[in-house]
Structures are given as structure tokens and as C-alpha cells.
């Protein structure tokens, strides 16, 4: 089972690389972090609600929930908040 399948991060349409992803579920915690442009899978995940955190420097984390079913592949496409007074060119 592959969750989430190629998952991009996003910030006003544009990819945001090195966000800590945390999904984050009442017996174990999955880790990932996504590459250059923004991209991140996590395999292998049991059937349950989580909590999925994402944080990067210079943005407003996000926070929700997700609940996983086996069997079931996911998109993930969000969309972080910059810090005022940061910019990224």
C-alpha cells in the first residue's frame, strides 16, 4: 500500500522542498521529507485517523486530520501560508 502517492507541497502553485511531514496516529508516526520540488511518499500505512503535520522554514505549519484506508492511495495537495516578511525567489 503506497500513502500518500506522489504528494506535492505546494505554496501559490509553486513547490516547496524540505517540508517535514509528521503523520502522526494513536500507535506510530510516519516521517517523510519532500525533495527539491516538493514530492513525498509514505508506505506501508495502517488503517486509522491521523494527524498530519507539515513544517517548513519560512511557513505557517499545517495541521489536520486524515483518516488512511488500507488499500487506498492518496494525493495530498496543500497549500502553505508564508511567514510575513520572508520571501523565497
Given at each position: 500500500?503506497?500513502?500518500?502517492?506522489?504528494?506535492?507541497?505546494?505554496?501559490?502553485?509553486?513547490?516547496?522542498?524540505?517540508?517535514?511531514?509528521?503523520?502522526?496516529?494513536?500507535?506510530?508516526?510516519?516521517?517523510?521529507?519532500?525533495?527539491?520540488?516538493?514530492?513525498?511518499?509514505?508506505?506501508?500505512?495502517?488503517?486509522?485517523?491521523y494527524i498530519l503535520?507539515?513544517?517548513?522554514?519560512?511557513?505557517?505549519?499545517?495541521?489536520?486530520?486524515?483518516?488512511?484506508?488500507?488499500?487506498?492511495?492518496?494525493?495530498?495537495?496543500?497549500?502553505?501560508?508564508?511567514?510575513?516578511?520572508?520571501?523565497?525567489?
Open positions: 500500500m503506497k500513502v500518500p502517492s506522489k504528494n506535492y507541497i505546494l505554496w501559490h502553485q509553486e513547490e516547496i522542498p524540505f517540508v517535514s511531514i509528521y503523520l502522526i496516529g494513536p500507535k506510530v508516526t510516519y516521517t517523510a521529507s519532500s525533495d527539491l520540488g516538493g514530492i513525498f511518499e509514505i508506505n506501508k500505512i495502517r488503517s486509522e485517523k503535520e507539515l513544517s517548513s522554514i519560512g511557513y505557517y505549519d499545517f495541521r489536520d486530520t486524515l483518516t488512511i484506508n488500507e488499500g487506498t492511495a492518496y494525493k495530498l495537495i496543500v497549500e502553505m501560508g508564508e511567514h510575513p516578511g520572508v520571501h523565497h525567489d
